[in-house]
């Protein structure tokens, strides 16, 4: 089975601050690899698909990339509607498989 | 305009059991898989399984397998998840989310389905 390793489980950034997400695959995902927001109450929704690619109407402060089978997401400056949890997703193979989350707070 | 509309929260005992669902409009049902995702409280997302409406083929996660059925119907544009029997532990918000078959583009989500198992 493939496993997604995400780090770090929170983190706490002042606002403008640059904040760091890594997911990490225990095999070769190629590209096939998403990032969610998910905020209290509400469905996820898709930030970055296929590791680097912005999903439409997404802010241009989120961003993804892929070195080998690790995964970062970045927000280039932190806002206060940022305040939610952060997911990677993986999609490799015919069992999808999400990372543990990061929770991101406003210091 | 796509939308995906799941049935409303549900109060069942442990040993019941529940079929919710989730209405596709907006698109052709049998162009896209549907898969559910559950988010236990104050835990992480997980994958269920998926669902190709065209002739209803699944496959399920490892940890989910023979403990919820999803099957769907596209004369309604429906897809659904069922449990024969419901645990405590199957407390949880359920969203579908529909996806191209060969990828994992979760895109577009139902609201969710609270789902409260409690004696």
């Known amino acids: 089975d493939i496993q997604m390793t995400q780090s770090p489980s929170s983190l706490s950034a002042s606002v403008g601050d640059r904040v760091t997400i890594t997911c990490q695959a225990n095999q070769d995902i190629s590209n096939f690899l998403n990032w969610y927001q998910v905020k209290p109450g509400k469905a996820p929704k898709v930030l970055i698909y296929d590791a680097s690619n912005l999903a439409s109407g997404v802010p241009s402060r989120f961003s993804g990339s892929r070195s080998g089978t690790d995964f970062t997401f970045t927000i280039s400056s932190l806002q206060p509607e940022d305040v939610a949890t952060y997911f990677c997703q993986q999609y490799d193979n015919r069992v999808f498989t999400f990372g543990q989350g990061t929770k991101v707070e406003i210091k | 305009e796509v939308q995906l509309v799941q049935s409303g929260a549900e109060v069942k005992k442990p040993g019941e059991s529940l079929r919710i669902s989730c209405k596709a409009s907006?698109?052709?049902?049998?162009?896209?898989?549907i898969s559910w995702v559950r988010q236990v409280p104050g835990k992480g997302l997980e994958w269920l399984g998926r669902i190709d409406p065209t002739d209803s083929y699944t496959n399920y996660s490892p940890s989910f397998q023979g403990h919820v059925a999803i099957s769907a119907d596209k004369s309604i544009n429906t897809a659904y998840l069922q449990w024969s029997s419901l645990k405590a532990s199957d407390t949880a918000m359920y969203f579908c989310?529909?996806?191209?078959?060969?990828?994992?583009?979760?895109?577009?989500w139902g609201q969710g389905t609270l789902i409260t198992v409690s004696s």
């Open positions: 907006g698109y052709t049902f049998t162009s896209y898989w």
């Open positions: 989310a529909r996806h191209p078959a060969m990828s994992g583009w979760l895109f577009y």
